[in-house]
């Protein structure tokens, strides 16, 4: 069973840092990609980033492109989103996903392309 636990969001000044973890407390064996979404009040979930597990192949959306960034520890367990130049558009729940299910066609962006989520993360982005 995969169990996504999300860490890292907080308070910060436009043109600062963080960075989200995501842990698979459960298994990490059979998933074929994690990926952020985010989500800001009165909008649609959207795709913010994604990481093949097996590859390390990387997606993002253009609006992160230049300024986040994805990635995986094997042994750990765990995908981080390093998200630098941060902008007051940025605020918003970032959730972390996993599928296991090996879609075709491959779509990382697609939030239906993921079985699991985390329960989210606040990030909120000060001007």
């Known amino acids: 069973q995969v169990q996504l636990i999300e860490s890292g969001g907080g308070l910060v000044q436009a043109g600062g840092s963080l960075r989200l973890s995501c842990l698979d407390s459960?298994?990490?064996?059979?998933?074929?990609?994690m990926g952020w979404f985010r989500q800001a009040p009165g909008k649609e979930r959207e795709f913010v980033a994604a990481i093949r597990w097996r590859s390390g192949s990387t997606y993002y959306a253009d609006s992160v492109k230049g300024r986040f960034t994805i990635s995986r520890d094997n042994a750990k367990n765990t995908v981080y989103l390093q998200m630098n130049s941060l902008k007051f558009e940025d605020t918003a729940v970032y959730y972390c996903a996993a599928d296991t299910r090996y879609l075709t066609p491959y779509a990382p962006n697609a939030p239906s392309n993921y079985n699991y989520w985390g329960q989210g993360t606040q990030v909120t982005v000060s001007s």
């Open positions: 459960g298994r990490t064996f059979g998933i074929d990609t």
